[in-house]
T-cell receptor, first 113, second 111 residues
Framework: QKEVEQDPGPLSVPEGAIVSLNCTYSNSAFQYFMWYRQYSRKGPELLMYTYSSGNKEDGRFTAQVDKSSKYISLFIRDSQPSDSATYLC?????????????FGQGTTLQVKP | DTGVSQNPRHKITKRGQNVTFRCDPISEHNRLYWYRQTLGQGPEFLTYFQNEAQLEKSRLLSDRFSAERPKGSFSTLEIQRTEQGDSAMYLCASVRDTEAFFGQGTRLTVV
């Protein structure tokens, strides 16, 4: 079993839809939770990160962490064709080396106009 | 552009040849990481530097791989005697606090 699991999709939605992307993890010691967006043939770019449980909102994006269930989500409101990309969840195994990330497989999202 | 820069962007090499990639991190970031990403998978950690010191290496980093960061600035990743299984995207990231900033990667194809 991988430490971080993510459904690879692909996920296809119409423009304007609300998108829900999810990851599960196995290590209850994880404290930081990141979401990266990766366009085809590009490097990942950080979208959001949260510490511990709760919600964090940034524009059309909301990150949610449920540590009791070891489950994190990223919601995209009013999705746009430009949101079409692969979304990767990532977690550092320790708080002292937050650049060493364990990534999920990534979910490919396509937003159709 | 003050982001992370990686060169070359693409490299095609014959099996058995040596290749070297370069990463120029964001100047004020003292931690630098190398990752490998294969098609349809998330990036996997290879190694990291704090300034010029290489502090950790993944077991994915076989003895054919070597990384350096002289003077704590740019870093190089060398693969000796390349194999077809080395074909992947090699990503570099520089880190400030909890945020890792990735470069565009070097896509290696071994034929």
């Amino acid at each position: 079993q991988k430490e971080v699991e993510q459904d690879p999709g692909p996920l296809s939605v119409p423009e304007g839809a609300i998108v829900s992307l999810n990851c599960t993890y196995s290590n209850s010691a994880f404290q930081y939770f990141m979401w990266y967006r990766q366009y085809s043939r590009k490097g990942p770019e950080l979208l959001m990160y949260t510490y511990s449980s709760g919600n964090k909102e940034d524009g059309r994006f909301t990150a949610q962490v449920d540590k009791s269930s070891k489950y994190i989500s990223l919601f995209i409101r009013d999705s746009q064709p430009s949101d079409s990309a692969t979304y990767l969840c990532a977690m550092p195994p320790g708080s002292s080396n937050t650049g060493k990330l364990i990534f999920g497989q990534g979910t490919t999202l396509q937003v159709k106009p | 552009d003050t982001g992370v820069s990686q060169n070359p962007r693409h490299k095609i090499t014959k099996r058995g040849q040596n290749v070297t990639f370069r990463c120029d991190p964001i100047s004020e970031h003292n931690r630098l990481y190398w990752y490998r990403q294969t098609l349809g998978q998330g990036p996997e950690f290879l190694t990291y530097f704090q300034n010029e010191a290489q502090l950790e290496k993944s077991r994915l980093l076989s003895d054919r791989f070597s990384a350096e960061r002289p003077k704590g600035s740019f870093s190089t990743l060398e693969i000796q005697r390349t194999e077809q299984g080395d074909s992947a995207m090699y990503l570099c990231a520089s880190v400030r606090d909890t945020e890792a900033f990735f470069g565009q990667g070097t896509r290696l194809t071994v034929v």
